[in-house]
C-alpha cells in the first residue's frame, strides 16, 4: 500500500518545483508561395493580434526581415537546399551571406536560429553530401562577425528514419547514420542547438487510416498504444513520431539533443483520395496540439522536455504543385479571415473554440465529454523513491484530497503507487488550475489528454 510519511524528506522534496516542465512554444511558418498575400508590414500586424511570437521562415527575404524589425517577434531563418553546394565548398560565400542575410538584419529583427536547407534527405537534387560542411562554414560565419548566440540545424523529414514503430524501435537509415547523422548531431551538441523535424501525423493517416484511429492522429480521448520495447503508452501519434526521433538519435549516440518540431499541421482541403483532409479535422488537430503544447510537459519517453513547434502555415499558398491539400495548409485565407478559428495563446484557451461543420468527404468522431480536458498522471520510470516522496507532498502540504485512495476507498485499488500517485498529483493538478508546471514534481509526473485508467476509479477534472 502506497504510504503518506510525514514529515517530508527535504532533499527529495527540494527538486518538486526546482524543474517543473515549462509549457512550450507555438510558432508558425510564413511560406509565400502565392501571388495574393498581403504586404509584409500587414502581416507582421496579423502575427501580434493573434498573439504569434515565433515565426518561421524559408528564405531571408529584406522586405519580410525588415518588416520583422522591432516586433518582438523570434524569426528563424533559411538557407535554402540551392545554396548548400556554395556554401559547403566557399567560406567566403558563407561570409558574405551571413552578411548580407543576417548581420544586416539582426538584432533589430530578432533571428534566433538559421534553418540549413530543409528535408536534405529527400530532395531530388541530392544536396545531402552538401549539408554537415556548409552547416560549419555558415557556423565559422557567425563567429566571426559576433552572431555565435544564433542556432544552426536543419529540419528533418520522418523520412530519414528507416524505422519509426514503435517508437522505442526508431532508427536512422543505415546510409546516412555515418556521412551526415553523426556530424550533424555532434555538431548540435557542441553548439547546444537543437534537431529541426518536421512532423505530420497528417500523412501516416492518410496512408494507414484502416490501422490507425483517427482520435489518435487528432489529440482526442482514444485507448493509447502501448510500446512493448520501453513501457510507454501513447496518446497521440506526433508525441510517438517525436519520441522514434529521440530513440533514432540515441541509437547513435546522441540521445541528449534537444528537439524542435519546425512544421506539423493538418490541411483542411484535399483531393478525394486524402482520407482526413478537412475543416473539421484540420481544426481539431491543430487546436489540440496548440492546447497540449501550453500545457507543458513533453512526450512519454522526454516528460521534462516542453514540446515546441511551428505549425504549418500561415496562409493557403494558391501557387504551390502536387495534390489539393498542398495548398490548403494555411490558417488565414490571405485576405487575412480564418480558415478555421483555434486560440494560438494561453489566454485564448480560455474562451470558447469554435466547431466547424464535418465535411461530407470526412466523417469526424463526435468529441466525447472529456475532450478538451487534461489530467496530471505519474511517471512510472521516475522511481519508487522520488514517486513515494511526491505523493507525500501532494497529499500533505500540496493539500490534494487524497481520501479516495485511502484503503476502502473508490480509488484505492488498484493499490499501486503509480495508480495512489496519479491521483493525487491529478488533484493538485486540478485544484491549482491546471497551471503550467503544477503537473512535474521534479519528473514524477507529467500531463495527459486523455482520462486516466486504473481499474474503475474516475479522476476529476475541477474543483
Keep these: 500500500m502506497a504510504t503518506f510519511t510525514f514529515p517530508l524528506f527535504l532533499s527529495l522534496l527540494l527538486p518538486l518545483f526546482a524543474f517543473a516542465a515549462a509549457a512550450g512554444t507555438v510558432g508558425i511558418n510564413y511560406g509565400r508561395i502565392a501571388d495574393n498575400l498581403p504586404p509584409p508590414e500587414k502581416v507582421v500586424a496579423l502575427f501580434k493580434s493573434q498573439g504569434i511570437n515565433k515565426v518561421k521562415l524559408y528564405d531571408t527575404d529584406a522586405a519580410v526581415l525588415t518588416a520583422l524589425a522591432n516586433s518582438g517577434i523570434g524569426v528563424v531563418v533559411a538557407l535554402p537546399n540551392e545554396l548548400l553546394s556554395s556554401a559547403a565548398s566557399d567560406p567566403s560565400f558563407a561570409d558574405k551571406w551571413v552578411q548580407s542575410n543576417i548581420s544586416q538584419y539582426h538584432p533589430k529583427t530578432q533571428i534566433e536560429a538559421i534553418a540549413v536547407g530543409n528535408e536534405v534527405f529527400a530532395d531530388p537534387n541530392n544536396t545531402t553530401q552538401f549539408l554537415v560542411p556548409a552547416i560549419k562554414n555558415i557556423q565559422s560565419s ?32 543505415p546510409d546516412l547514420i555515418e556521412p551526415v547523422i ?23 493517416y492518410e496512408s494507414t487510416s484502416d490501422k490507425i484511429s483517427l482520435d489518435y492522429a487528432l489529440f482526442r480521448t482514444n485507448p493509447g498504444n502501448p510500446d512493448s520495447g520501453n513501457g510507454l503508452k501513447y496518446y497521440s501519434l506526433l508525441e510517438a513520431q517525436i519520441d522514434a526521433v529521440f530513440a533514432a538519435m540515441s541509437a547513435v549516440g546522441y540521445g541528449d539533443v534537444k528537439l524542435v518540431v519546425t512544421e506539423t499541421g493538418w490541411p483542411s482541403n484535399g483531393d478525394e483520395n486524402e482520407i482526413g483532409a478537412g475543416k473539421a479535422n484540420a ?17 512519454p519517453l522526454k516528460p521534462n522536455d516542453p514540446l515546441n513547434v511551428y505549425l504549418f502555415a500561415l496562409f493557403n499558398e494558391d501557387q504551390k504543385t502536387g495534390p489539393t491539400s498542398e495548398r490548403n495548409y494555411g490558417l488565414f485565407y490571405p485576405d487575412e479571415t480564418k480558415v478555421y478559428d483555434i486560440p494560438l495563446t494561453v489566454a485564448g484557451q480560455s474562451g470558447a473554440q469554435s466547431s466547424p461543420a464535418n465535411e461530407n468527404k ?24 522520488k514517486l513515494q516522496a511526491a505523493l507525500d507532498y501532494a497529499c500533505g502540504e500540496g493539500g490534494a484530497d487524497c481520501r479516495s485512495i485511502q484503503e476502502g476507498s473508490t480509488c484505492f485499488n488498484p493499490n499501486t503507487l503509480e495508480a495512489h500517485a496519479s491521483y493525487a498529483f491529478n488533484s493538485f493538478y486540478q485544484k491549482k488550475a491546471r497551471r503550467t508546471g503544477t503537473c512535474d514534481f521534479g519528473g514524477a509526473a507529467y500531463v495527459v489528454a486523455q482520462p486516466p485508467s486504473y481499474g474503475t476509479c474516475e479522476f476529476p477534472t475541477g474543483y
Design 182 to 204: 553523426k556530424p550533424l548531431l555532434e555538431f548540435l551538441t557542441q553548439t547546444s542547438s537543437y534537431l529541426m523535424i518536421n512532423a505530420y501525423p497528417f500523412f501516416a
Design 142 to 173: 557567425l563567429v566571426k562577425y559576433n552572431l555565435s548566440s544564433i542556432k544552426l540545424s536543419s529540419p528533418f523529414a520522418l523520412s530519414a528514419l528507416n524505422s519509426s514503430y514503435p517508437p522505442s524501435a526508431g532508427v536512422f537509415k
Design 362 to 385: 470526412v466523417q469526424v468522431p463526435a468529441a466525447s465529454p472529456s475532450a478538451g480536458n487534461t489530467w496530471c498522471v505519474a511517471n512510472g520510470q521516475a522511481g519508487e523513491e
Design 283 to 299: 481544426a481539431a488537430y491543430n487546436g489540440n496540439l496548440v492546447k497540449r503544447v501550453l500545457t507543458g510537459g513533453g512526450t
